[in-house]
């Protein structure tokens, strides 16, 4: 039972490149968030989904863009990645008590 | 939306002594309060949580006392440990089944425990 994997644990872009920032389950939870984490702000939410085909924007939703096709997967993916996006980020899944469980975040810089 | 003010922002105790973190949150539907615990290099972790029908929790050494009333919660950590260090944040978020509350964070307490 690996909870929520991320992968890359890290990656360095160039301003202007795209990737994809993988994040997977095995608790079966419907509900899956992204956050991003910068110092001095706290976490702060991206993009979420409450299940499979159902995605909707958080507090800092700009420059990303998601989906989720599987109960299981919910990638995160930075179409021209920009400085501002250098930051820690975290994925969530929410059991039906309401409590998060967190990924071990994926640390970015765009350079 | 949900404001969450969280103080202080670093706090530097020495072993055995206790730690207390506030938070105040803005928004009254809110009725569920998480406290994670972060370590270098991982993802944050649920160390206790209250919900709006509980005034106080406790489990071993930490414990939530919540105020309704006046919209602020607290973390306390009796007898601290070395192991304790870390970044704490506390949040807020109305609960319901697969709903799309999302938990809106406090900036985070530094918590240094010195021996």
């Known amino acids: 039972n690996a909870g929520v994997t991320q992968t890359p644990k890290f990656q360095v872009l160039k301003t202007g490149q795209s990737m994809t920032l993988q994040c997977a389950q095995d608790?079966?939870?419907?509900?899956m968030s992204w956050y991003r984490q910068d110092p001095g702000m706290g976490l702060r939410l991206i993009h979420y989904s409450v299940g499979a085909g159902i995605t909707d924007q958080g507090e800092v939703p700009n420059g990303y863009n998601v989906s989720r096709s599987t109960t299981e997967d919910f990638p995160l993916r930075l179409l021209s990645a920009a400085p501002s996006q250098t930051s820690v980020y975290f994925c969530?899944?929410?059991?039906?008590?309401?409590?998060?469980?967190f990924g071990a975040g994926t640390r970015l810089s765009v350079l | 939306g949900e404001n969450v003010e969280q103080h202080p922002s670093t706090l530097s105790v020495q072993e055995g002594d206790s730690a207390v973190i506030k938070c105040t949150y803005s928004?009254?539907?809110?009725?569920?309060f998480p406290w994670y615990k972060q370590e270098l290099g991982k993802g944050p972790q649920l160390i206790i949580d209250i919900r709006s029908n509980v005034g106080e929790k406790k489990d071993q050494r930490i414990a939530v006392t919540l105020n309704k009333t006046a919209k602020h919660f607290s973390l306390h950590i009796t007898e601290t440990q070395p192991e304790d260090s870390a970044v704490y944040f506390c949040?807020?978020?109305?609960?319901?089944?697969?709903?799309?509350?999302?938990?809106?964070f406090g900036k985070g307490t530094s918590l240094l425990v010195t021996p």
């Open positions: 969530a899944t929410r059991n039906f008590k309401n409590i998060q469980y």
């Open positions: 949040a807020a978020s109305k609960s319901g089944s697969n709903s799309g509350y999302a938990l809106n």
């Open positions: 608790m079966n939870h419907e509900y």
């Open positions: 928004d009254s539907a809110s009725n569920y």
